[in-house]
């Protein structure tokens, strides 16, 4: 069945420093959501990319969709300690249902 | 936040004792879903309803059943609880026209089996 690989697991970053995590699919997508994750927490919602080479900001989120559409990105410039969780990519089966990435968990160091 | 309820949101159980999850919603929300969230394998979906009565099996769905008898209430049955199903349960609600939109999440119920 799909399958998406989401890397890294882990992150450690200095606050101000840069957060990229990656998801890969070896299959063509027909869209690609993300959600954040508090410790805690519950998934919520961020963006979802549908089109070959899309890139969409929110503030110091940058999102893409690859032009093959079989990766994304996820990009947080000068990470700030609200930013901490866990960044999930989700993504559309063959039978019409999420799969989730493993996430990838920022982690701020003290 | 959506109007999502879990209950209860903790809940230790013993081996063998049937379990089950209630998820409330109060967006008359179309879809609903139940998931399960383990350290390194992100969410996992085990069921599914796309209207009342209207259900269907996620990833992994073995060991699990559901019903929706009304729109707002999603339940989810461990008829003999195992070790393996300790967990944090997640119930998600979309409204959308398709299966994959957006998915609003009650705030999860951690279960422990003993």
């Known amino acids: 069945g799909q399958q998406v690989m989401q890397i890294p697991q882990y992150q450690h970053v200095q606050e101000g420093e840069d957060f990229t995590t990656y998801c890969n699919s070896s299959?063509?997508?027909?869209?690609i959501q993300w959600y954040k994750q508090r410790p805690g927490g519950h998934p919520v919602f961020l963006i979802q990319?549908?089109?070959s080479g899309e890139v969409k900001k929110q503030k110091r989120l940058t999102f893409q969709f690859g032009e093959a559409k079989k990766n994304s990105s996820l990009h947080i410039t000068a990470t700030q300690t609200t930013d901490v969780g866990t960044y999930f990519c989700?993504?559309?089966?063959?039978?019409?249902?999420?799969?989730w990435g493993a996430g990838t968990k920022l982690i701020i160091k003290p | 936040d959506a109007g999502i309820t879990q209950s209860p949101r903790h809940k230790v159980t013993e081996t063998g004792t049937p379990v089950t999850l209630r998820c409330h919603q109060t967006?008359?929300?179309?879809?609903m879903y139940w998931y399960r969230q383990d350290p390194g394998h992100g969410l996992r979906l085990i069921h599914y309803?796309?209207?009342?009565?209207?259900?269907d099996k996620g990833e992994v769905s073995d060991g699990y059943s559901v019903s929706r008898s009304k729109t707002e209430d999603f339940l989810l049955t461990l008829e003999s609880a195992t070790s393996s199903q300790t967990s944090v349960y997640f119930c998600?609600?979309?409204?959308?026209?398709?299966?994959?939109?957006?998915?609003?999440f009650g705030p999860g119920t951690r279960l422990t089996v003993l």
């Open positions: 989700a993504v559309m089966d063959s039978n019409y249902q999420l799969i």
């Open positions: 299959t063509t997508l027909s869209n």
């Open positions: 998600a609600i979309s409204g959308g026209l398709l299966l994959t939109d957006t998915q609003y």
């Open positions: 309803s796309y209207g009342v009565k209207d259900t």
């Open positions: 967006e008359n929300h179309r879809y």
């Open positions: 990319l549908v089109k």
